[in-house]
């Protein structure tokens, strides 16, 4: 009888195309991902009915159709430990419509972009079957949610490359840097109404700080599979990117943010998280349309909490995702 085979015994490497589709051949000395929260569907298809007419009952056998493989999985969110060089989690945010921008001695930036998106391929290792996604793109969430570790859950599709039983391969894992906890010490307050200076020091102007419990963020990227005869692929189409936080404030604060939103106002957000030089790991939104105010607690003290429609202000700015910085 065999050993029964185990979930810890994952394995998921990831490396970008250089060819729509073309199996980039990712290696586990090169492209291994450090990952929790592991899902993994590997095959989602679409069923046909032959619908047969037969003199008994019963019903037809389904014809499988079109299929692509699903996968999802979280990575911490620290930068690479090296002045303006990108982390090893740069291919997942290239392959979900981001750019990855490298401003020399500063900083790594990643920003949304609208066209020319590039893909990946990931090999999902589980316990000697080895599924390969082809042709990735996705979606991702982010969560600095005080007292939790940093975390961009991901999730992808990529066409259906093939399943076979082959064991594991080894994997370097050593790139990978250890985040710290999103606390006050390490993370500090969401700031409002501030500027970021794109190709300086990365630091915000001016605003307003308010003590929160932290940020969440969803990508809001819509990556469908299109079906079609040589032309099957994942398919970028839209993107809509949107929050939610909950602050502590003052009365008068609460209501001159209640009338923001009442005259629909926008105002910028930006959190650094992390105390470790290049290590660091910063958020900008500049367009951000506060709603849906709701009164919240904590231990017995009031908070307020907010959605956040996060808008683009000239176009592929919505959101600036920037780290490796001292």
Same mark, same amino acid.
């Given at each position: 009888?065999?050993?029964? $085979?185990?979930?810890?015994?994952?394995?998921?490497?990831?490396?970008?195309?250089?060819?729509?589709?073309?199996?980039?051949? *990712?290696? %586990?000395?090169?492209?291994?991902?450090?990952?929790?929260?592991?899902?993994?569907? *590997?095959?989602?298809?679409?069923?046909?009915?032959?619908?047969? +007419?037969?003199?008994?009952?019963?019903?037809? &056998?389904?014809?499988?159709?079109?299929?692509?493989?699903?996968?999802?999985?979280?990575?911490?969110?620290?930068?690479?430990?090296?002045?303006?060089?990108?982390?090893?989690? %740069?291919?997942?945010?290239?392959?979900?419509?981001?750019?990855?921008?490298?401003?020399?001695?500063? $900083?790594?930036?990643?920003?949304?972009?609208?066209?020319?998106?590039?893909?990946?391929?990931?090999?999902?290792?589980?316990?000697?079957?080895?599924?390969?996604?082809?042709?990735?793109?996705?979606?991702?969430?982010?969560?600095?949610?005080?007292?939790?570790?940093?975390?961009?859950?991901?999730?992808?599709?990529?066409?259906? %490359?093939?399943?076979?039983?082959?064991?594991?391969?080894?994997?370097?894992?050593?790139?990978? $840097?250890?985040?710290?906890?999103?606390?006050?010490?390490?993370?500090?307050?969401?700031?409002?109404?501030?500027?970021?200076?794109?190709?300086?020091?990365?630091?915000?102007?001016?605003?307003?700080?308010? *003590?929160?419990?932290?940020?969440?963020?969803?990508?809001?990227?819509?990556?469908?599979?299109?079906?079609?005869?040589?032309? !099957? $692929?994942?398919?970028?189409? &839209?993107?809509?990117?949107?929050?939610?936080?909950?602050?502590?404030?003052?009365?008068? !604060?609460?209501?001159?943010?209640?009338?923001?939103?009442?005259?629909?106002?926008?105002?910028?957000?930006?959190?650094?998280?992390?105390?470790?030089?290049?290590?660091?790991?910063?958020?900008?939104?500049?367009?951000?349309?506060?709603?849906?105010?709701?009164?919240?607690?904590?231990?017995?003290?009031?908070? +307020?909490?907010?959605?956040?429609?996060?808008? *683009?202000?000239?176009?592929?700015?919505?959101?600036?995702?920037?780290?490796?910085?001292?």
């Amino acid at each position: 009888m065999a050993d029964p $085979r185990l979930i810890r015994k994952t394995t998921i490497l990831a490396k970008l195309e250089t060819q729509y589709g073309l199996d980039a051949a *990712p290696t %586990g000395a090169a492209n291994a991902l450090l990952v929790s929260n592991l899902s993994v569907n *590997p095959m989602n298809a679409e069923y046909i009915s032959r619908e047969i +007419i037969r003199d008994y009952l019963g019903g037809s &056998e389904e014809l499988a159709g079109a299929r692509y493989m699903e996968c999802g999985f979280d990575i911490e969110l620290v930068g690479s430990g090296q002045n303006a060089v990108a982390p090893a989690w %740069g291919p997942l945010m290239r392959s979900i419509g981001f750019a990855e921008v490298i401003t020399p001695a500063v $900083r790594v930036d990643y920003v949304p972009i609208s066209g020319a998106f590039e893909s990946s391929t990931i090999y999902y290792y589980d316990d000697g079957v080895l599924h390969k996604l082809l042709g990735v793109r996705g979606t991702a969430t982010l969560d600095l949610g005080v007292g939790k570790k940093p975390v961009i859950s991901f999730k992808f599709m990529g066409v259906d %490359g093939g399943t076979t039983a082959v064991p594991n391969v080894g994997t370097t894992l050593t790139v990978w $840097r250890v985040p710290q906890v999103v606390l006050d010490a390490n993370s500090g307050k969401l700031t409002f109404g501030a500027t970021h200076a794109a190709a300086a020091a990365p630091a915000f102007v001016g605003g307003t700080p308010y *003590p929160s419990d932290g940020l969440t963020i969803d990508l809001g990227i819509k990556a469908q599979f299109q079906k079609l005869l040589g032309g !099957e $692929r994942i398919s970028i189409s &839209e993107r809509d990117v949107t929050g939610a936080a909950k602050l502590q404030l003052s009365a008068a !604060e609460e209501v001159a943010f209640l009338n923001d939103i009442k005259a629909n106002r926008l105002t910028s957000i930006g959190l650094i998280h992390g105390t470790v030089a290049n290590d660091k790991v910063g958020v900008f939104m500049p367009a951000v349309q506060m709603k849906e105010p709701t009164k919240e607690e904590l231990n017995g003290e009031r908070l +307020i909490g907010y959605k956040l429609g996060i808008k *683009p202000k000239v176009g592929n700015d919505e959101i600036r995702i920037f780290t490796s910085f001292a």
